[in-house]
């Protein structure tokens, strides 16, 4: 037993070893001189010292190791002696004198190794006889570490097939027998541990009655130094600590089970009908969680997988067996591990798994477990299942219904748990629900599990985000196709977690960063949905839209977007399909299509659902890129509805100046791509971004933006203009110079306020990008772009360089020099080009 005083015990085991040193001194020089009995008395006095009952598990290990090392020595002396003619059975015989039964014992395995090397008697005999007589020592402690000295002299010794030891038939069973009744009597003493009565405080012993006396007076307790702490729960504590330092050293019960698996006779019948029936029994009966689970372990790690494959049955059936307290998930899950990675090994074992019905036998095994186990918690049970379902994920991939069923049962046992609290049994859920994801690799057979679905439902709701987050990532990883509605239905009723906000969960909660990405990921799904059918691929998007649509304002900025071009793609695709029936210079459309249209009136209420957000300039965005896609389809009142609604957002929503001047850039840069309005409504749109344009607040944004409206009076590709196009709307010169003069007037406007309010003009920029402007058209032969108007406007921005009352700004300057270079570049060129720009002083 363990002294409470570590500090005693540290005394105890020098002493130990002091007094086993001595005595080893003596046996040595004994030993040098051949003096066998003097040899054998100072070695018994030596072992002798590992009598004691002060030391712990750990503590007594140190002092067993330097008693073995000892003990090889003696037993090569002994070798010696056999080989100088000494009579290995009198030798035998005359340890037996020694006068404690502990020193004769270890004495007597000692000599009984050399008896059998010796083989003057058959291996069999001598160690039934030495297993039987370390039952002399029943003290816990001191006979597990005796009986695992008995297993180690004699592990190399067993009458096994093809050993030099073999005798007549049988002699495997011998050897079997030997190792199974060690195993059990050292599995009965190790249990014993956790049982016994008697204490042992600071070297002074008690029997059972003065035990149970200290335990219930407390001044007695006081007396003797035991504080109110060490009552029988510390006892019990302190006990198992001792078991596990056992288990955790090489004296372990579970070695024999190894040495088991080692005999090359044991084959898969012995095994069957002898081996693991009576290891069972042994574990069953001892009723001890601790040896159980440790056993039950041993058992699944030592023997061969082809082994527990064929005696599933046997295995199983122990395990309802068990106590209610003993750790059977991890054990069983540790047998299916071992059984998947054997599956894995080669397809060559598969067939063996469906001759033995491996999937029904440990299904039902979990079922009565489960139920054996009333009070197992819901961590073990999923854990169960969840390797039962990797199990059959190795093992037979192509059964999704077996998938189905183990997540059935998941479910039933959840039913009636709801929402889970318990993290553990949450990752498992996880885990269990990752399994097929990354086993199939495709989200569409994973849909075919109807429990699937149901398992999500009892993931409290940041784990459901986590797991719709796995779900995304592993259709992006593996590029998965999916192409109609019912399986987008399915797959957004999985991750609903991420597309609106579930029961009891506040927007306020979630971090902002992860909120971003979750929502990014939704993002790129939708992008990744798509059917090359136009007419499947809008019930996608009808599907996508009304689960979209329940996101709520937070996520609406995120996921319209890509819904919208997801949503144009189709209008592209109904194009190409039109023109490829129709040709190429008619409307794809014609005015019998509607469907196109239908879509256009889907992407106008959609992008509506902006406006509660709000998110104005988004969706004028989103306004004009429809409006694009109907000038692509030649659908003139859809694109002209598309950018009136872009106007109202702008008049009615857009109040802050920068959100105002991108805004009207954005405008101006698709008005000028479109080609489908005729001169009436590409007039009205146009005048409307002029006029807006020249309201902007800042002089400097005016001036930019009316310059910017030039382009509207002007394109390039003049062959495609329409007819009753030139020269108006479309192609008016003298538009383009009034825009230009009119950007002219507002940064002369500019200079003046810059003047009146700080004392200088300002900066030249807004001269210099009009100046560019001109350059543009004249190249493009605007004729009332002319060389006296560059001219003059040259001269003008140098004035007003030149002028003391200008603001020296080396960016400005930069950008006027440039574009002097490049007239000089023009002119140098020669041709047409050089001729064009020879007149202009630079």
Not at 32 to 41: F, G, I, M, P
Not at 359 to 365: D, G, I, Q, S
Request: glycine share 4%; aromatic share 8%.
């Amino acid at each position: 037993m363990i002294a409470d005083g570590g500090e005693d015990e540290e005394k105890w085991l020098a002493a130990g070893i002091a007094g086993l040193q001595q005595n080893a001194f003596y046996m040595h020089r004994a030993l040098d001189s051949n003096n066998l009995r003097d040899a054998l008395k100072f070695s018994a006095q030596m072992l002798s010292e590992l009598r004691t009952s002060k030391l712990s598990p750990q503590k007594y290990y140190q002092l067993y190791m330097r008693a073995f090392d000892e003990l090889r020595k003696l037993e090569m002396f002994f070798k010696e002696e056999a080989r100088r003619g000494c009579s290995i059975i009198d030798l035998y015989e005359l340890v037996q004198h020694a006068g404690n039964i502990l020193p004769r014992l270890y004495l007597l395995c000692t000599v009984g190794s050399v008896y059998i090397k010796s083989k003057e008697a058959p291996a069999k005999d001598v160690l039934k006889d030495l297993v039987e007589m370390c039952r002399g020592i029943q003290n816990p402690v001191r006979g597990l570490f005796l009986r695992s000295y008995l297993s180690q002299v004699s592990r190399d010794k067993l009458p096994d097939i093809g050993s030099e030891y073999e005798g007549d038939a049988d002699t495997v069973n011998d050897a079997v027998e030997f190792v199974l009744q060690n195993f059990t009597e050292m599995n009965k003493l190790w249990v014993r541990m956790q049982h016994q009565v008697g204490l042992n405080i600071y070297g002074l012993c008690y029997t059972a009655c003065e035990s149970f006396i200290l335990l219930a007076d407390p001044e007695l307790r006081l007396a003797i130094g035991l504080s109110g702490l060490q009552g029988p729960a510390r006892e019990k504590d302190r006990r198992e600590k001792e078991r596990s330092e056992l288990r955790d050293l090489v004296i372990s019960v579970g070695k024999n089970l190894h040495v088991l698996s080692q005999i090359e006779g044991v084959d898969l019948d012995m095994y069957k009908e002898t081996v693991l029936p009576r290891v069972l029994e042994q574990v069953v009966n001892c009723k001890d969680d601790i040896a159980q689970y440790y056993l039950m372990d041993c058992i699944i790690q030592v023997f061969p997988d082809e082994y527990h494959l064929q005696t599933l049955e046997i295995l199983l059936d122990a395990f309802p067996q068990l106590q209610p307290s003993v750790d059977i998930k991890t054990v069983l899950s540790r047998l299916m591990e071992r059984l998947s990675n054997y599956a894995a090994s080669s397809a060559e074992v598969l067939p063996e798994f469906l001759q033995v019905g491996a999937f029904a036998k440990l299904n039902n095994a979990i079922g009565k477990v489960i139920e054996a186990q009333v009070d197992m918690p819901v961590f073990g049970a999923v854990t169960l299942y969840s390797s039962l379902l990797t199990f059959i994920l190795h093992v037979h991939p192509e059964r999704l219904d077996y998938a189905d069923q183990v997540l059935g049962a998941c479910v039933k046992k959840l039913s009636t748990e709801g929402k889970l609290e318990d993290n553990k049994a949450t990752k498992q859920i996880v885990a269990l629900l990752s399994a097929p994801l990354e086993k199939y690799n495709d989200i569409v057979t994973v849909l075919k599990l109807s429990n699937y679905p149901r398992m999500m439902e009892y993931l409290d709701n940041e784990t459901n985000k986590v797991m719709a987050t796995v779900i995304i990532q592993s259709i992006m990883k593996n590029n998965t196709h999916i192409s109609t509605a019912d399986k987008v239905e399915s797959l957004f009723e999985l991750i609903k977690g991420l597309i609106k906000d579930l029961d009891g969960t506040l927007n306020d909660e979630v971090d902002e960063d992860d909120f971003n990405e979750e929502q990014n990921s939704v993002a790129r799904l939708i992008q990744m949905l798509h059917n090359d059918d136009p007419e499947e691929m809008f019930k996608v998007i009808c599907t996508m839209r009304k689960h979209i649509l329940t996101g709520g304002p937070r996520r609406l900025p995120f996921t319209i977007p890509p819904l919208v071009f997801s949503s144009l793609k189709d209008v592209v695709a109904w194009a190409s399909l039109a023109r490829q029936l129709q040709g190429p210079d008619e409307n794809p459309f014609g005015e019998e299509s509607t469907t196109p249209k239908k879509i256009f009136q889907h992407l106008n209420q959609t992008i509506e659902t902006l406006y509660g957000v709000p998110a104005p300039e988004l969706a004028l965005r989103l306004y004009l890129q429809c409006a694009e896609a109907a000038n692509d389809c030649e659908l003139e009142p859809v694109a002209y509805e598309f950018f009136t609604q872009a106007y109202i957002l702008y008049e009615e929503e857009i109040s802050d100046s920068r959100a105002q001047v991108t805004a009207m850039h954005l405008i101006i840069g698709t008005l000028q791509r479109m080609h489908v309005f005729g001169v009436e409504n590409r007039d009205t749109l146009t005048h409307k971004a002029t006029g807006y344009s020249a309201k902007l607040l800042k002089k400097p944004d005016q001036c930019r933006a009316v310059y910017a409206c030039s382009h509207l009076f002007w394109v390039d590709d003049q062959d495609n203009m329409k007819d009753g196009e030139r020269g108006t709307g479309l192609q008016n010169e003298i538009l383009v110079l009034l825009c230009l003069k009119r950007a002219l007037r507002i940064a002369n406007a500019a200079q003046q306020m810059s003047n009146a309010a700080r004392g200088s003009t300002g900066s030249v920029t807004l001269f210099v990008e009009i100046l560019n402007k001109y350059l543009y058209f004249f190249e493009k032969a605007n004729p009332q772009i002319t060389v006296a108007t560059i001219q003059s406007l040259i001269e003008l921005i140098t004035t007003e360089m030149q002028s003391d009352s200008s603001t020296s700004d080396s960016a400005a300057d930069a950008f006027f020099s440039s574009t002097l270079r490049y007239i000089q570049f023009q002119k140098q060129k020669g041709g047409a080009v050089g001729e064009k720009y020879e007149p202009i002083k630079a």
